[in-house]
């Protein structure tokens, strides 16, 4: 798996590198409480003007590396560089960075105005200045008229702004953001993801974002650091992490995937499921034992006797834009997202094209995921129960 590793992560980091400043730079983090390892020698660069968001499980460490960030924790091992300069017993107030914690900690006896004003207060700022400053703030997190409000009176989204705009205020290096969005409803979450990258954009803050929901972390991100028992599994942008899974972990935390054990015979080609199919693969030994993603999305239903593989449909499941359907193909029960109509019961044939089949080196996440014999919606919302970590 560590060949894998490093041959995945340092193009991205490189890529990243070339374009943007490098502001933040942790340098092998290791962090354990009572004896437990929460950060196992984590290293990673921060750009400028990046929305990274660091993912994964309860548990993977994702809090405790931005609290460290922010200088509200100190590592065991390693350093903490700010524009170069070692961090590691900076207190959080002489930090050029701010925090938006999952609790937005408002002041309830303060209004609108006084809460996104009181670091410029703590300032000592003139006054007319204050208002100034205030005033634009109000206006990029589009709270417009509602400086007089008290906090109290105000949504769960409508105090995350006043949240958001006391934190940018100051106008800080970087903005630390730990599960913000986790108290709000499904509309006014997807409504306020947007919203965050928008402000992240016109602000050119650096955005470092906390969650364990992939979707969010795949709308909103530049950069993805997915985490897990401590360690960084993979850094890509979006579009490299689900299409290019670097192990099974990965593969089956960012969405949906079948993972199945196969083998390589050949450069381009792999065999599972008892047939071998033509892939985009390369570069590994022949007949070396691998795991195979397939996205439920990129399967095709075809009539059974025109099918690569078939099986009996055990499951439906309408999602609305389309439906969601478990199969059993020899044994190993396959999700399909499709919009044509199946009933269970009913015998299929799938076809694969190459780009659809993506091949990972075995890791020791391999035959920990990918079939969905006790798959439900609900088992896996209460999968990840939240929480810090």
């Given at each position: 798996m560590?060949?894998?590793?490093?041959?995945?992560?340092?193009?991205a980091?490189?890529?990243?590198?070339?374009?943007?400043?490098?502001?933040?730079?942790?340098?092998?983090?290791?962090?354990?409480?009572?004896?437990?390892?929460?950060?196992?020698?984590?290293?990673?660069?921060?750009?400028?003007?990046?929305?990274?968001?660091?993912?994964?499980?309860?548990?993977?460490?994702k809090?405790?590396?931005?609290?460290?960030?922010?200088?509200?924790?100190?590592?065991?091992?390693?350093?903490?560089?700010?524009?170069?300069?070692?961090?590691?017993?900076?207190?959080?107030?002489?930090?050029n960075?701010?925090?938006?914690?999952?609790?937005?900690?408002?002041?309830?006896?303060?209004?609108?105005?006084?809460?996104?004003?009181?670091?410029?207060?703590?300032?000592?700022?003139?006054?007319?200045?204050?208002?100034?400053?205030?005033?634009?703030?109000?206006?990029?997190?589009?709270?417009?008229?509602?400086?007089e409000?008290?906090?109290?009176s105000?949504?769960?989204?409508?105090?995350?702004?006043?949240?958001?705009?006391?934190?940018?205020?100051?106008?800080?290096?970087?903005?630390?953001?730990?599960?913000?969005?986790?108290?709000?409803?499904?509309?006014?979450?997807?409504?306020?993801?947007?919203?965050?990258?928008?402000?992240?954009?016109?602000?050119?803050?650096?955005?470092?974002?906390?969650?364990?929901?992939?979707?969010?972390?795949?709308?909103?991100?530049?950069?993805?650091?997915?985490?897990?028992?401590?360690?960084?599994?993979?850094?890509?942008?979006?579009?490299?992490?689900?299409?290019?899974?670097?192990?099974?972990?990965?593969?089956?935390?960012?969405?949906?995937?079948?993972?199945?054990d196969?083998?390589?015979?050949?450069n381009?080609?792999?065999?599972?499921?008892?047939?071998?199919?033509?892939?985009?693969?390369?570069?590994?030994?022949?007949?070396?034992?691998?795991?195979?993603?397939?996205?439920?999305?990129?399967?095709d239903?075809?009539?059974?006797?025109?099918?690569?593989?078939?099986?009996?449909?055990?499951?439906?499941?309408?999602?609305?834009?389309?439906?969601?359907?478990?199969?059993?193909?020899?044994?190993?029960?396959?999700?399909?997202?499709?919009?044509?109509?199946?009933?269970?019961?009913?015998?299929?044939?799938?076809?694969?094209?190459?780009?659809?089949?993506?091949?990972?080196?075995?890791?020791?996440?391999?035959?920990?995921?990918?079939?969905?014999?006790?798959?439900?919606?609900?088992?896996?919302?209460?999968?990840?129960?939240?929480?810090?970590?």
């Open positions: 560590l060949l894998a590793y490093c041959f995945f992560i340092l193009p980091q490189a890529e990243r590198g070339a374009i943007m400043e490098k502001i933040i730079e942790l340098k092998n983090i290791s962090k354990s409480f009572d004896g437990e390892t929460v950060l196992d020698h984590i290293s990673l660069d921060i750009y400028d003007n990046e929305f990274i968001t660091l993912l994964g499980p309860s548990g993977c460490g809090t405790t590396l931005l609290r460290m960030i922010g200088g509200f924790a100190n590592p065991d091992e390693g350093d903490i560089l700010f524009m170069g300069e070692r961090l590691n017993d900076t207190p959080p107030h002489k930090r960075v701010n925090t938006v914690f999952q609790k937005y900690a408002l002041f309830p006896h303060l209004n609108v105005f006084e809460n996104v004003a009181f670091p410029l207060r703590e300032r000592g700022v003139k006054k007319a200045e204050i208002k100034e400053q205030v005033m634009k703030m109000l206006s990029l997190v589009m709270l417009e008229g509602f400086a409000r008290s906090v109290t105000l949504s769960g989204g409508q105090q995350q702004r006043v949240a958001i705009a006391r934190a940018l205020i100051n106008h800080p290096k970087v903005l630390l953001l730990d599960e913000p969005l986790g108290a709000l409803d499904l509309k006014l979450r997807k409504d306020m993801q947007q919203e965050l990258k928008k402000i992240q954009k016109s602000t050119g803050i650096t955005f470092v974002f906390v969650t364990h929901d992939q979707e969010e972390a795949l709308s909103m991100s530049d950069t993805i650091v997915v985490l897990s028992e401590g360690r960084i599994q993979q850094i890509g942008t979006p579009t490299d992490i689900y299409n290019e899974p670097v192990n099974a972990f990965v593969a089956d935390f960012i969405g949906e995937s079948n993972i199945l196969g083998v390589m015979p050949e381009f080609k792999a065999r599972f499921s008892g047939h071998t199919f033509s892939c985009l693969d390369k570069d590994f030994a022949p007949g070396e034992p691998v795991d195979v993603v397939v996205r439920p999305e990129d399967v239903i075809v009539p059974k006797d025109e099918g690569m593989l078939s099986g009996v449909v055990t499951q439906v499941t309408f999602m609305g834009v389309h439906n969601e359907i478990i199969v059993d193909i020899g044994g190993f029960k396959w999700m399909i997202q499709t919009t044509e109509s199946v009933n269970v019961g009913e015998h299929i044939g799938i076809s694969l094209d190459p780009d659809a089949i993506h091949i990972m080196k075995k890791s020791k996440y391999s035959g920990v995921f990918g079939d969905y014999s006790s798959y439900s919606n609900e088992l896996d919302e209460l999968s990840d129960p939240g929480g810090e970590e």
